[in-house]
């Protein structure tokens, strides 16, 4: 009698089981979570071998964004199920890439990479999923290895601009520079207003006005920066080159023009870095705009700290001499 008792109970039990579970589902339908988990545990307790169960719990977590809980039960289902039905991989793997992405805004890289490895293995064909650990690679400076997962990316979704500039840049830093150059010119096709069109064509430009000056061709120089200068009225750089191609040519007030502009947008930079923002910079600028960032720290530290740029008072000093010593008359 016993032994017949106790199956009976087990059934029991069982059933209970299975009205906590069909009870969390009618809470979760109601979007009310925190009832659905609390009878989705009473279920685990009963059947801890049902894996319906820690899938149902973890995404009522997920609905409550608590990816920490959601993935341990997520790990728990499959421990006990390796392969999952391909809709269950894929809410695991959302899971997993927003849990990882967190990590990444939060710059902890190496996390990030652990969390979107594993979404990336149960769901290969999310292209974002692929960019975030992109990304992350891209903070630990892991060229590489960013360049492959972009690679995944761009397979994916090979129509989005902005992934192609970003593996242009990738291309570039690792010296693969025609690659580069077909992946910006084929961003600029799908997108022919991408902000980064006018950088590019403005550091082309820079690029021949310098290629023009080392050989004194100075006016074809000057038509190059002028159109630089189109792109961006207050890029020092362009400003102090183009100054000092004004003195070559003998047009002092021009040259001393440009330096006090490049002497003003110095300044104006110098104070935005003394006061800046406090909105958290952008993921994607701080790490494909590497060139931006470079041209700007050149220019030294902030204007509590020094009065000028060295180059900025080199150049007005060569054009006073200029003007104050004419050349001789041959």
Known sequence: MEPKQGAENRTIFQEDGICKKAEGDMWARQGKFD????????????NPDDCTLYSARGNAYTKLCDF???????KKLLSMQSNPPQA?????????????????I???????????????????????????????????????KALKDIDHAICIDANDADILVL????????????KGNNDIARAFKLNPNHPEKMWYQSQHLHDLACRHIM?????????????CIEFN?????????????????????????????????????????????????????????ELFDSQSS?????????????????????????????PLAS
């Open 106 to 144: 939060e710059k902890e890289y190496t996390t990030a990479i652990v969390y979107l490895t594993d979404a990336v293995a149960l769901d290969a064909l999310q292209a974002n999923y692929w960019l975030h650990r992109c990304l992350a690679y891209i903070g630990l400076e892991n060229w590489t």
């Open 233 to 289: 009225a207050d890029d020092v750089k362009i400003l102090v080159l183009r100054a000092s191609v004004h003195r070559e040519l003998g047009d002092y007030d021009a040259a001393m023009a440009d330096v006090e502009r490049a002497s003003q947008a110095c300044f104006r930079k110098q104070r935005q870095s003394d006061h800046p923002h406090t909105s958290d910079p952008d993921e994607l600028d701080e790490h494909v705009q």
């Open 298 to 326: 050149a220019f030294g530290p902030p204007i509590s700290h020094i009065g000028e740029h060295p180059e900025i008072t080199r150049q007005r000093n060569l054009i006073l001499n200029g003007i104050l010593i004419p």
């Open 88 to 104: 269950i991989k894929e809410e695991i793997a959302e899971v997993f890439n927003a849990q990882g992405y967190s990590y990444l």
């Open 167 to 178: 593996r242009a840049k990738l291309n570039w830093k690792l010296k693969l520079i025609d």
């Open 68 to 74: 920490k809980s959601a993935i341990s039960n997520y």
């Open 215 to 227: 050989n004194r061709e100075f006016a074809k120089s000057l038509d190059c920066l002028n159109s």
């Open 35 to 46: 009832k659905a988990i609390m009878c989705y545990n009473k279920a685990c307790f009963v």
